[in-house]
C-alpha cells in the first residue's frame, strides 16, 4: 500500500474529531472533478511515506488527535490496509475511510473487524449520470448499490456526500438521489473549487443559491443535508 501524503491536523476531514488524515495513492476511477489527481494518474511519482512513520507519528500525537481519516485515492484497493488499520486502532483512534464505494465486500468487512468508525461514501451522480463522473465507459452501478444499502442498514455511522460541479451535474441528478437514497442519515453538497490539481481543471461550482434549491430537493426524502464548501 503506498502512502503518499500526510495532513497532520484537519477538524474538516473527520467532523467531530481532531484528526489526521492519510492519503492513499491509486484510485479506479477518473472522475473528471478530483481535486487529487496526482493521486490517481502517477501515485508512483509522488513521495512515499512508510506505515512505520506514520505510526510513530500517531503514537507521539495520542492524547492530542483522537481521530484518523483514510483517504485516497480509494483505500478500499489496498490489501494491506486491514493490517494497517489494525495498527491504528490499537492505538484507540477512531478510524473515518472516505470511498467511493466500489468494493462493498471490503467496506463490510472492515466494519466486521471493527476497523473503521465511520465511512463517508462519495455519490457521484444519480446512478444514470454514474459513468460520465467517473471518467468510465462504465461503471459496476451493481457495487456502488450494494455499498449504499449496507451503509444504510445502520451499522456503522456515515454519510453520503456529493461534489456538485456546474457543467457536470443538473438538477435532475439530485432529483434522482433523492429518491435512490430516501432515508438516509445524512447528506452532504460539497462545492466544487477548481485547482490546478484537478484532473481536468476548468468546471466551476453552483451558485450558494443553487445548492440551496437542491438541498431543499434533498431534504425531500433525506433528513439531514447540509452545504459544505460555501466561504
Not at 82 to 105: C, H, M, R, V, W
Request: aromatic share 8%; proline share 4%.
Amino acid at each position: 500500500m503506498r502512502i503518499c501524503g500526510l495532513n497532520k491536523t484537519t477538524l474538516l476531514d473527520y467532523p467531530g474529531k481532531v484528526a489526521a488524515s492519510i492519503f492513499t495513492g491509486g484510485c479506479n476511477f477518473r472522475c473528471p472533478f478530483c481535486q487529487n489527481s496526482s493521486l490517481v494518474l502517477s501515485p508512483d511519482q509522488e513521495p512515499e511515506l512508510s506505515q512505520e512513520e506514520i505510526l510513530n507519528f500517531l503514537k507521539k500525537r495520542q492524547g492530542i488527535l483522537d481521530g484518523v481519516c483514510i483517504t485516497g485515492g480509494e483505500p478500499t484497493l489496498h490489501k494491506e490496509l486491514f493490517d494497517f488499520l489494525k495498527k491504528i486502532k490499537e492505538l484507540q483512534y477512531s478510524i473515518k475511510l472516505d470511498t467511493n464505494g466500489s468494493n462493498p465486500a471490503v467496506v463490510k468487512e472492515l466494519v466486521k473487524e471493527g476497523l473503521i468508525d465511520k465511512v463517508a461514501m462519495d455519490i457521484k451522480a444519480c446512478p444514470e449520470n454514474y459513468p460520465n463522473l467517473c471518467g468510465l465507459s462504465q461503471v459496476n452501478l451493481k457495487s456502488i448499490e450494494n455499498t449504499v444499502e449496507f451503509l444504510m442498514t445502520g451499522e456503522i455511522d456515515y454519510e453520503f456526500r456529493t461534489t456538485a460541479v456546474k457543467e457536470l451535474h443538473t438538477k435532475q441528478d439530485f432529483i434522482e438521489i433523492g429518491q435512490w437514497l430516501k432515508g438516509a442519515k445524512a447528506y452532504f453538497l460539497q462545492a466544487y473549487r477548481d485547482s490546478e490539481e484537478v484532473l481536468q481543471p476548468g468546471y466551476s461550482s453552483f451558485s450558494l443559491e443553487e445548492l440551496k434549491e437542491f438541498r431543499g430537493i434533498l431534504l425531500e426524502t433525506i433528513p439531514l443535508v447540509e452545504i459544505r464548501g460555501i466561504d
